[in-house]
């Protein structure tokens, strides 16, 4: 039974498409998150939800816009998507914020 | 700016024996470390944490050191086992703040 699950697990699609990647925990914590991992390996936060509201947005693009529905989930959504923006994307969550993070199995996104 | 930093971006280590992953911080407001483990197309795994209030912490095969002064932690699994083959991510926070990740240990333990 996965804690936290996102879909698609891979993801190509041209540039200027808009794309939409869904998370969902089942752990019943407060906080998710979305991470990027870029081509050097790092992984970086973009957003923070903590009960539904934004709490943490780094410097993303405003192509990035998050969406939760309720605490149990938190969808990326990627607006006219570019060359740039392929790399593997995960979602997580905690109970308390910026303590330890479940993560799901992650996203790749492939743009051509 | 690299504010947590993991300078050996791979270790090899033979079964049996100890392994040593190190990170380095900058951000003298870090007060909570943790480690991750991470498989090849799985996300992180939570591995082991550390608050900045001690200098130690153990979990079975897995102990984290920090070097407070030093701005330095390192994470010691022993004895190594061939299923430890993984990249082993360094990450911190402050005071509930975003979690700031190194960039990865690749660590290949040989049988």
């Known amino acids: 039974d996965t804690a936290v699950s996102q879909t698609p697990k891979y993801l190509v699609t041209q540039m200027g498409n808009d794309k939409s990647i869904k998370c969902e925990q089942n752990l019943g914590h407060d906080t998710m998150y979305w991470y990027k991992q870029d081509s050097k390996k790092f992984l970086k936060i973009m957003f923070s939800?903590?009960?539904?509201?934004?709490?943490i947005n780094e410097t993303v693009p405003n192509r990035f816009s998050p969406k939760s529905p309720d605490k149990a989930h938190l969808n990326l959504h990627i607006n006219s998507l570019e060359l740039g923006d392929s790399a593997v994307y995960f979602c997580a969550s905690s109970q308390v914020a910026e303590t330890e993070a479940f993560f799901g199995q992650g996203t790749r996104l492939t743009v051509v | 700016d690299q504010q947590v930093k993991q300078n050996s971006p791979s270790l090899s280590v033979q079964e049996g024996r100890i392994s040593i992953l190190n990170c380095d911080y900058t951000?003298?407001?870090?007060?909570?470390f943790l480690w991750y483990k991470k498989y090849p197309a799985e996300g992180p795994t939570f591995l082991i944490s550390i608050s900045s209030i001690k200098d130690k912490n153990e979990d079975g095969r897995f102990t984290v050191f920090l070097n407070k002064s030093a701005k330095h932690l390192s994470l010691h699994i022993v004895p190594s086992q061939p299923g430890d083959s993984a990249v082993y991510f360094c990450a911190a926070s402050a005071k509930g703040n975003k979690l700031v990740f190194g960039a990865g240990t690749i660590l290949r333990v040989k049988s």
């Open positions: 951000n003298s407001m870090f007060d909570y």
């Open positions: 939800y903590n009960n539904k509201e934004l709490i």
